[in-house]
């Protein structure tokens, strides 16, 4: 689905990152006015390639700019009023993306055959995702052993499916 | 004229045999299934499966895609009607009918009127694209860098401004698309861009495993922070659309046709427009506003015919001009180019077959949308029902084995990742995805156009401003965004009403 949040950020997280959008503006524009116009070459200055980086680069200032005023006029710095937008982060939100991170940045490409990894991380996650329910319902046991029938039957068919019918390298 | 239905019959003729039936109707089943889950989106589907065709032969492998495609737009209907959650960004404006007939009991009718209405969009968006894709490629062939460069612009600008409910976060993530497609050895010189000496981002940032962080990680976080709902619908009445609720409506669903197919033809706008401006017509026109939004038939099939249509109007300008006109439609085209076709005008020069290969796929995917609508609703219900935590990690290792088998390197699957974390922020920070995926796929050309037009006008901008194709298009661009300052948008209002005002009393005198 391509929605984004119901609760409109508040004016300060906009006013944190219209300043980031501002910073990473400059660094481009910077970068791109550094970068070599190769006009050793006979490359006029209206091709150098770091013509359009640079402009993006004003035009992200300009924008993430825009965003911080914005901001400031409606009440970014004034006071502290209670934050209505939702936390960045959720404790389910964590703890998806340190399984994610640890699957694909830790136990992907490093040794492990491909469809062992998919297995541990498809048990770690469905279970402990499941566990709060799990424990208040006191089926902690039968969680784990589905858990663990879903990841070994999932790993198993998709690794087959990528590696052995469409011909994909696994990682 | 004779030559193109001849043409079109060789493609029919190709794509109606065993094989091609058995890819569309497994593609379309994969592709409703995604759609019927929420948080999974039409482009996360067409990219991951774009990995996952990525050693078939070209034909087999984009008729997969369109069917997913058309599939997962279809699909999200389901969960708009059954949950109240569209399954797409597309099915939002089934959600306001679909869901109120359900709730009284008639969910099945409700099923059977999406069905028909996305088969009637479909079909007639596939006849639009026989028909003007030619002809827009033919007109093309007299666009220069200088229109090329105005079109890209004007395809990331109006994604920025419709994407979303902030234009100024829109095309901020429109520009920030375009910048990162940049990153690399720049596409005239072969001079590295923002690489910092690492041999890996030479090749620049691979399109598909961003797209893959941008709709599939950033989904996966953004779906298991927010609690689960449960279905609202456990039995169904019947599927099949009384023939009376489709008759009845024929002007609706003619409307949201055109409609449909318009506001996919223009870039960057997308399905979700399509479907939200085909409802609001078709109540404009209706004899029963008060309906809508009540469980409304003639709001289903508006939004649901718009849709679908626009699908079909979406992949014209892909085709023919190279701009796409959605997000799933920029990876659709992204995935052409891997399987060595070359969108844009010189397509009807290089491969006309293929403009009507791409009509025939759209017509099979249309067929296998049919077949399941009526036939496998209750299989699909089940889909449904599994809980989150389980869909959402085999999501994960998708993504993952999708990100590495593009180019077989780890280094892609940390793109995923980083992009995924990037844009989850982002988006919990109220900032689109879909502009930042037109300015990653539009960037190239947009570059490569501004510096191209700069050298053959010898560093002159006026050429910019001053052929035909690329005024419009500049003062369409600058009005769009004008009209969101302020100090403008009230001068403006206030002309127009005092314009008005002189009318009416001029004609009145």
């Keep these: 689905m391509d929605s984004d949040v119901d609760v409109p950020p508040s004016p300060r997280s906009d006013l944190i990152s219209g300043g980031v959008w501002v910073v990473i503006g400059i660094a481009i524009g910077i970068g791109s006015w550094r970068m070599d116009r190769l006009a050793k070459q006979g490359v006029p200055g209206f091709a150098a390639p770091g013509l359009v980086p640079g402009i993006l680069g004003v035009l992200i200032t300009l924008t993430g700019l825009a965003i911080v005023l914005r901001s400031l006029r409606r009440g970014a710095l004034a006071g502290a009023p209670p934050d209505a937008s939702p936390p960045l982060f959720t404790g389910r939100a964590l703890l998806t993306l340190a399984l994610c991170l640890g699957f694909a940045a830790g136990l992907v490409g490093h040794g492990l055959p491909f469809p062992v990894a998919a297995a541990v991380y498809l048990f770690a996650h469905i279970f402990l995702l499941q566990l709060p329910e799990r424990r208040a319902a006191g089926n902690v046991a039968r969680g784990a052993l589905v858990a663990a029938t879903i990841a070994v039957v999932a790993a198993g068919t998709i690794s087959f499916v990528f590696q052995y019918l469409f011909l994909v390298r696994l990682p | ?509």
Excluded at chain 2, 44 to 56: D, G, Q, R
Excluded at chain 2, 121 to 130: D, I, K, P, Q, T
Excluded at chain 2, 329 to 347: D, E, F, K, R, T
Excluded at chain 2, 391 to 396: A, H, V
């Design chain 2, 1 to 509: 004229m004779l030559e193109g239905l001849y043409a079109l019959g060789r493609s029919l003729a190709a794509f109606f045999g065993f094989w091609p039936i058995v890819y569309a109707l497994g593609a379309t089943l994969v592709g409703i299934l995604v759609g019927c889950m929420p948080g999974l989106s039409a482009t996360l589907a067409i990219a991951l499966l774009t990995t996952l065709t990525i050693k078939m032969a070209p034909a087999d492998a984009i008729l997969i895609l369109i069917c997913a495609y058309v599939g997962a737009i279809y699909g999200g209907s389901r969960t708009a009607i059954l949950l109240n959650i569209p399954g797409t960004a597309a099915n939002a404006a089934a959600c306001l009918d679909g869901y109120q007939l359900a709730r009284k009991g008639q969910a099945g009718r409700a099923m059977g009127i999406a069905t028909c209405g996305s088969v009637a969009g479909s079909l007639f968006g596939v006849v639009c694209l026989a028909l003007l894709t030619p002809s827009l490629g033919e007109v093309a062939l007299s666009f220069g860098a200088f229109e090329f460069f105005w079109l890209a612009l004007f395809g990331v600008m109006m994604s920025g401004s419709i994407a979303g409910s902030d234009p100024l976060k829109g095309w901020l993530m429109g520009f920030a698309g375009l910048f990162v497609t940049l990153i690399g050895q720049d596409g005239l010189h072969a001079h590295d861009r923002f690489t910092f000496g690492y041999n890996d981002l030479s090749g620049g940032l691979s399109l598909i495993p961003a797209l893959i962080g941008a709709f599939g990680l950033s989904e996966i976080l953004t779906v298991l922070s927010q609690p689960a709902k449960k279905a609202l619908i456990n039995s169904v009445d019947s599927v099949l659309p009384r023939i009376r609720d489709v008759l009845q409506y024929w002007r609706t669903i003619l409307r949201s046709g055109v409609i449909g197919v318009y506001i996919g033809i223009l870039p960057g706008v997308g399905e979700d427009m399509a479907a939200w401006s085909s409802y609001a017509a078709a109540k404009r026109a209706s004899k029963h506003k008060e309906e809508f939004g009540q469980g409304s038939i003639e709001g289903l099939m508006a939004a649901e015919t718009g849709d679908n249509a626009s699908i079909p109007g979406g992949i014209i300008p892909a085709l023919a001009l190279a701009i796409p006109g959605s997000a799933p439609s920029a990876v659709l085209m992204a995935a052409m180019i891997i399987h060595g076709v070359q969108p844009g005008p010189m397509l009807m020069v290089n491969q006309p077959q293929f403009v009507y290969d791409v009509v025939a796929m759209t017509l099979l995917a249309t067929l296998g949308m049919l077949f399941f609508g009526l036939f496998l609703v209750r299989p699909l219900l089940a889909i449904i029902r599994i809980p989150r935590t389980v869909i959402m990690p085999i999501i994960m290792v998708l993504c993952t084995v999708g990100s590495f088998a593009i180019a077989s390197r780890l280094f892609d699957v940390y793109i995923m990742l980083f992009i995924g974390v990037c844009a989850f922020l982002l988006r919990r920070l109220n900032y689109p995805i879909p502009p930042f995926v037109l300015g990653v796929v539009l960037g190239d050309i947009l570059d490569k156009s501004l510096r191209r037009g700069l050298t053959l006008s010898d560093g002159d901008l006026a050429p910019f401003i001053t052929r035909p194709i690329c005024a419009l298009l500049a003062a369409v661009t600058v009005f769009t965004m004008l009209m969101y300052v302020p100090a403008f948008n009230r001068g403006y209002k206030s002309a127009q009403a005092r314009l008005m005002q002189a009318l009416r009393s001029s004609f009145g005198r």
